[in-house]
């Protein structure tokens, strides 16, 4: 029997919270229905909470990286009032072509490549192969795909055409927190 634990990997930006274009305060953010109650359900099933988010709005120089730790600290403290706390935060500040000075790179970790993906297994002790994904873009389907993840799930409502590769799509939270309570 394996020790290695596993994680639903979360996107931030339309899987947590609304998508308004490069969140870097708090008064902006507008939670997902049901993030919560899928945590929850989640940890409870002994998944470990890791967010994986792109956040191009740092390689473009909208905000800074300190601007986004301090948003993720008030997040972070927004799960614990809700009963869960997520386990780890992987971010991508880099962007290979809106990328300012040296944020203007390819990177590992940039969504479709499944660098944050793998590197959470590594620090956390995660078993890709039992780890499920939630995103609402293409390139978080890729990620999760490249990594050999059990299951990705797609919300609908950010891509207008089907994604390539091998996910399940969704029209909300709760169908996943379904998907996880159901042993699928």
Known sequence: MSAMGKALFLDRDGVINHEVGYLHAAEDVRWVEGIFELCRTAVGLGYKLV????????????????????????????????????????????HPEHGVGEYRREHEDRKPEPGMLRRAARELGL??????????????????????????????????????????AVNSLAEVGDWLASGS
């Open 127 to 168: 078993d890709l192969e039992q780890s499920v994904m939630v995103g609402d873009r293409c390139s978080d389907i890729a990620a999760a795909n490249a990594a050999g993840l059990r299951q990705a799930f797609l919300l609908l409502g950010t891509e207008a055409e089907a994604c390539a590769g091998e996910y399940e």
């Open 51 to 94: 967010v994986v988010t792109n956040q191009a709005g740092i390689a473009r120089g909208f905000y800074s990286e300190a601007q986004f730790e301090v948003l993720m600290q008030w997040m972070r403290a927004e799960f614990v009032k809700q009963r869960v706390a997520l386990d780890a935060v992987y971010f991508c500040p880099y």
